[in-house]
């Protein structure tokens, strides 16, 4: 039996080659360190580490002992979060709109299925009407997708206004139909921005019509045309440009969970809870 405490420790001197370094990150006195490395050792029949008065570096039998180490410790959390989480089980079908994966919702999925491993759950990435459509005909449990505000349907998570946004190059001659990207219909940004232009008078094309977020990113960053952000996730590297080319306002779009009446209500009101209890800002870029 490798102690985890010990496995714990050796790692910290493995990964900073430094006894000093790992009791500092671990806070633990010097002494300890030591005394946990040479326990585990012991227990290992080998040695793992090799120092002398300039450097500290791992033996062959060290370097294994750490993908040994990481693969332990990592089983040990997995059973932990496993057992102290709730003992909840089931399948819960969760749907969820497309531009919110942009979000921290990822994240907050992760940190759910660690403390609730027994539940089942069952991802639905599509636009907001088609979610809003699967969720009525039954065949999902709870869906985050964005509503036009002032529905008073669903729980409110965020409030947000839609505004247009592109690439800081991107140009448009006055008079100029408005080149739009675009999530193929039935889509609710789609329909407040074209909503939006003909009631200003503005003339407008599509220039990308895709079903992905991942679509409207490449097209905004290509420059080949403008889209409609909830103003919170727009990407650092597009830029609102309402005011440069004097665009109307689409107006503001609420982030909202709505669920099935006949689902197991219990684990629908976790995840809810999970979802309404974390900031949904936008994840950093990588």
């Known amino acids: 039996m490798f102690e985890p405490v010990q496995l714990k420790t050796f790692l910290a001197v493995a990964e900073t080659l430094s006894f000093t370094g790992a009791a500092a990150r671990l806070g633990l006195s010097q002494p300890t360190v030591s005394q ?64 919110l994966a942009i979000t921290q919702l990822p994240r907050i999925l992760r940190h759910f299925r660690q403390l609730y491993p027994q539940i089942n759950l069952e991802l639905t990435v599509t636009q907001s009407p088609l979610l809003l459509r699967r969720l009525r005909a039954g065949q999902l449990d709870l869906i985050f997708m964005k509503y036009m505000t002032g529905t008073g349907e669903g729980a ?7 505004v ?7 140009s448009l001659e006055e008079g100029a139909p408005v080149p739009l990207i675009v999530y193929q219909a039935p889509s609710l940004s789609r329909q407040m921005a074209i909503n939006a232009l003909e009631k200003a008078g503005r003339t407008w094309r599509i220039t990308c019509n895709t079903r992905e977020i991942n679509g409207v990113l490449a097209a905004a960053r290509a420059g080949i045309g403008l889209a409609v952000f909830p103003q919170s996730l727009i990407p650092e590297d597009l830029v609102q440009v309402s005011n440069r080319f004097n665009l109307p306002p689409v107006g503001e779009v609420d982030f909202t969970l709505l669920s099935n009446p006949l689902a197991n209500q219990e684990l629908v009101d976790a995840l809810s809870t999970a979802i309404m209890g974390r900031a949904l800002r936008k994840a950093p870029d990588v």
């Open 36 to 99: 946990h490395v040479r326990k585990l050792e012991a227990a290992a029949g080998r040695g793992l580490i090799a120092r002398d008065t300039r450097d500290v570096r791992l033996t062959d039998n060290g370097d294994a002992m750490a993908g040994f180490a990481r693969t332990i410790l990592a089983a040990q959390e997995q059973a932990m979060s496993y057992f102290s989480g709730s003992a909840m089980r089931g399948r819960l079908r969760f749907g969820v709109a497309d531009d």
């Open 164 to 170: 247009w946004a592109g690439h800081g190059k991107t």
């Open 156 to 162: 409110l998570v965020q409030r947000d206004q839609l």
